[in-house]
C-alpha cells in the first residue's frame, strides 16, 4: 500500500516542470518533499491530487488513480491559502466537512477538538478575516485534516508561523501519521525535514537529485562537519588540506572537511594551540546537503 510516481512528467508548453519523476511513499510515513522556488513541488502535489494531469508517467495511490471520487480520503493544505474571509470558521469548516462525506455533527465535534488543541476555542463564531495570519494557517490546516484523511498533502504548512504554532503543528502532523496516514509535506527550512521525516526528496528544476533516507544519504555524502569551540585563535585551519569551507562564529568556528581523516589533522594542529572547549564531529546537515545540490542557501 503505497503512493506511487512512475516516470512523472509535467510540460507546461516546452518548459519541462517536474521531469521523470519516481518516488514511493509507504502508508503511515512523513515524506519531506524539497527544492529550491520553482523546482516543481506544487505542480507535483497538484498531479498527485487530481488537479492537473502530468504530461507523461502513471500515479497510483493503492494501485488506482486518485480522482474526485477518493477526495473523503484525501486532505491538501494548498500553498495559496484558500478560505473565505467572510465566513465564520464553523461554517466554513462544516461545511468543507460535508463535502467530504461527514455530519455536521462529527464535523462540528472534530473542529472542536482542533481549535482546543491548538488553543483557539474561541474562534469558532469568528469571522477568518478576524483571525491573524498565523491562526488562519491553523484553521486551513485543520481544514484538511477535519476529515482524518488517509493520504494528507500539506504545502508549506510551517511558513509564516512562530516557533510555538511550529511545535503545535509539527506535533499534529506526527500523531496524524502514526494513526497510519501517509503525509507528504514541503519545506524550505531543512531543520523541519530533518526533525520530521525518515525519507526525502529534493528536487532542483523538476528533477529528482536526492532522493532515500536521510540517514542514508548523510552518510554517503562523505563531507564531515567539524564544530570546534575554543578562546584561541584558530583561523589558521582554513589553510589545512581538506578544509573545504571554514565559518566563523562567536565562540571558535565551523568546519566542511572532505572526509574524516582530515579531522584527525586538524585535531593534531589543535594540540599546540592551547586550550580548546569543544571538538565535534558531525554528519553533514541537510542545509549543507542541500545546498550543494541545489546551489543555493534556504536556511
Ligand atoms: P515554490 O517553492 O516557489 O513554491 P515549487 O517547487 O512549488 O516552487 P512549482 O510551483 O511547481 O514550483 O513550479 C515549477 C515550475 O513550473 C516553475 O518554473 C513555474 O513557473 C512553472 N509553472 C507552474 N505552474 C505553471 C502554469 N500553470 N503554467 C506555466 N508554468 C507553470
Known sequence: MSLLLSNV?????EHVAVNKLNLEIPDSELFGFLGGNGAGKT??????????????????WNGESINYHKSHLIGYLPEERGLYPKLK???????LGKLRGMTKQSALTELKKWLDRFQIPNYIDKKVEELSKGNQQKIQFISAVIHRPKLLILDEPFSGLD??????????????KESGTSVVFSSHQMSHVEELCENICILRDGTAVVEGNIKEIKRSFGKKNVRIVSDESIDFLQDVNGVLSFKRRNDGCE??????????????????????????????SLNDIFIEKVGENYE
Open 89 to 95: 470558521v464553523k461554517e466554513q469548516l462544516i461545511y
Open 163 to 176: 516557533p510555538i504554532n511550529v511545535e503545535m503543528l509539527k506535533e499534529a502532523v506526527i500523531d496524524i
Open 255 to 284: 568546519l566542511q572537511i572532505s572526509d574524516e581523516q582530515v579531522s584527525q589533522e586538524i585535531l593534531s594542529k589543535l594540540a599546540g594551540n592551547g586550550f580548546i572547549r569543544k571538538f565535534e564531529l558531525e554528519e553533514p
Open 9 to 13: 512528467t509535467k510540460k507546461f508548453g
Open 43 to 60: 505542480t507535483t502535489f497538484r498531479m498527485i491530487l487530481g488537479l492537473l494531469d502530468q504530461t507523461a508517467g502513471e500515479i497510483t
